[in-house]
Each structure stands twice: as C-alpha cells, then as structure tokens.
C-alpha cells in the first residue's frame, strides 16, 4: 500500500480564498483523523471519522473549517474563508480498529500539507 | 486537557540515556508515543493501555501508571537516529477524545 496520500503538499493563498485539503487512507482503514500542527499550539486533533461518519468534531477551530468523507477512501478539509492564522501544516491520519474496539489505534499519518495563507 | 511533557528539551551523547515524561490531569484509558523528525510526519512508536504495562521494542521502552495518569518514555544507549520530537498521545477514560502532548525535543550528537 501507498501509506495515507495527501494533496496538495504545499498551498499557497491569499486571505479571503477558499482552500481545500485532500486525503486518500490506507484501504480497509475504519478511521480517518484530521490534525493541525503549529508551532505554538503543537499537534491538534480537528476531527475525527469512523466508517466516513463525523465523530467528533470538537477540535475544529470555527464554522470557518469544515471536512467531509465521502466514502472510504477519501476525504476533504475545507477552510472557507482563510486567514492567516490558519497557515500551519495540516496531517491527516488513518488508523483501524483491533479486536475489543479500541478507539485509538496505532496512526498512520500522511505527508501533510503546509499551508501558508498570506 | 492537554497532556504536558517534559523536559521540553533535552541533548544526549551517542550512548546516553533519556526519559520522557507524559502527565495527564484527566484519567487515561491509554497512551501513545509518537516520534517526529524535522520536516516529517509523526510515526507510531508504541500503545500502552491502562494496567501498569511497559512496552518496548529494541532500545526504546515505556511504561504507564494509570493512578498518577502519567507515562514515561525510556531510550537507552542512545543513537544519532533516535533524534527528533517526540509526543505522547492520550485518549481518556470518557472515550472520543484524543490529545497529543506538548512534545519534547530529542537531539542526540556523536
């Protein structure tokens, strides 16, 4: 398998624009993990599909940001309008489920994508 | 709800040895470590779950202390490879809910 494949790995935009982030999982993955890392805030959990439905969305910033899942083997992160405080590198993390329904399993993260809103 | 590590920083000889701690202040169900190198994703190191278990493989070991909500990270007889961030990640007791820690740098030189 390729590993979890991120588009595009680096985004460049302007304040106000709309950016879309993609991902693709490792086949037969059940979980679908989106994290934001800055240096000031470290690595944060943004939101969290199981089996392409939303679990948790807690840690999305503001009605700014938004992800969907389509079906299994994608998913995208959208941020509509951009800021520049949203510039970070957004990874996007896959996982599955061990027998006894662990929640949290070992990550496979992607390449991430580094965002830069100017 | 986010765990702290520490030390922050830390720089080890070839050969040394290190530990890194993870302190949660909310009951854990498990604990994850994660290393990081410079310009790369973070990449599993190990699981620990509730239980008092220690892990290892090769050189790098852990352990978690589910009363105190703490976890330890152990490298010993350090490599150059071994240098990076590392993080834990903690999923609590009350379920959905996932935290990585503040990170601790790790630099080892020959």
């Known amino acids: 398998d390729a590993g979890v494949i991120q588009s595009p790995r680096h985004e460049v935009t302007e304040m106000g624009q709309e950016v879309t982030l993609r991902c693709k999982p490792i086949s037969g993955h059940d979980y679908l993990f989106w994290y934001r890392q800055t240096m000031m805030r470290g690595l944060e959990l943004l939101i969290y599909?199981?089996?392409?439905?939303?679990?948790?969305d807690s840690g999305m910033p503001e009605d700014r940001f938004s992800a969907k899942m389509p079906n299994a083997s994608f998913s995208t992160l959208k941020i509509q309008p951009s800021e520049p405080r949203d510039s970070a590198v957004y990874f996007c993390a896959s996982s599955f489920v061990l027998a006894g329904g662990l929640a949290y399993n070992e990550q496979f993260f992607g390449p991430g994508t580094r965002l830069t809103v100017l | 709800q986010q765990p702290v590590q520490s030390p922050q920083a830390v720089i080890l000889r070839e050969g040394e040895d290190a530990v890194i701690n993870c302190s949660s202040s909310k009951a854990l169900y498990s604990v994850h470590w994660y290393r990081q190198k410079h310009g790369e994703a973070p990449v599993f190191l190990m699981i620990l779950l509730k239980g008092g278990e220690q892990k290892g493989h090769d050189k790098i070991s852990a352990s978690f202390n589910e009363k105190k909500q703490q976890s330890s990270l152990y490298l010993t007889a350090s490599q150059l490879s071994y240098s990076g961030t590392y993080f834990c990640?903690?999923?609590?007791?009350?379920?959905?809910?996932?935290?990585f820690g503040t990170g601790t740098s790790l630099t080892v030189i020959p």
């Open positions: 599909f199981n089996n392409n439905v939303p679990i948790d």
């Open positions: 990640g903690t999923e609590l007791n009350t379920g959905n809910q996932f935290y």
